[in-house]
């Protein structure tokens, strides 16, 4: 089992910048795949951006080149530094963990970006 705690959201004006952190623990070495998803009221969770274990980054075309995702292993955690905030990126931002027979979500933190 693998369990997952994000923070780091909040509000944020146009154009402004946050840092999302997830902690992860519990059986670490069966994470094969992180990843960053979100929702906004009314719509469907999407992805935002994913990375492995080996560093290998996607990422949504809405975000590309304001968001990096990024893994410190040796602290087992994931981050997601987000520049250039538009007031659509606003939604619950969730933490994703996948091995290769189960995935994981956290609960998620809210970022809410204001025009």
């Known amino acids: 089992q693998v369990q997952l705690v994000e923070s780091g959201g909040g509000l944020v004006q146009s154009g402004g910048s946050l840092r999302l952190s997830c902690a992860a623990s519990?059986?670490?070495?069966?994470?094969?795949?992180m990843g960053w998803y979100r929702q906004a009221p009314g719509k469907q969770r999407e992805l935002v951006a994913t990375?492995?274990?080996?560093?290998?980054?996607n990422y949504a075309d809405s975000v590309k080149g304001r968001f990096t995702i990024s893994r410190d292993n040796a602290k087992n955690m994931m981050y997601l530094q987000m520049n250039s905030l538009k007031p659509e990126d606003t939604g619950v931002y969730v933490c994703?963990?996948?091995?290769?027979?189960?995935?994981?979500w956290g609960q998620g933190t809210q970022v809410t970006v204001s025009s």
């Open positions: 990375i492995t274990s080996g560093t290998s980054t």
């Open positions: 519990g059986s670490i070495f069966s994470i094969n795949a």
């Open positions: 994703n963990s996948r091995g290769s027979t189960w995935t994981t």
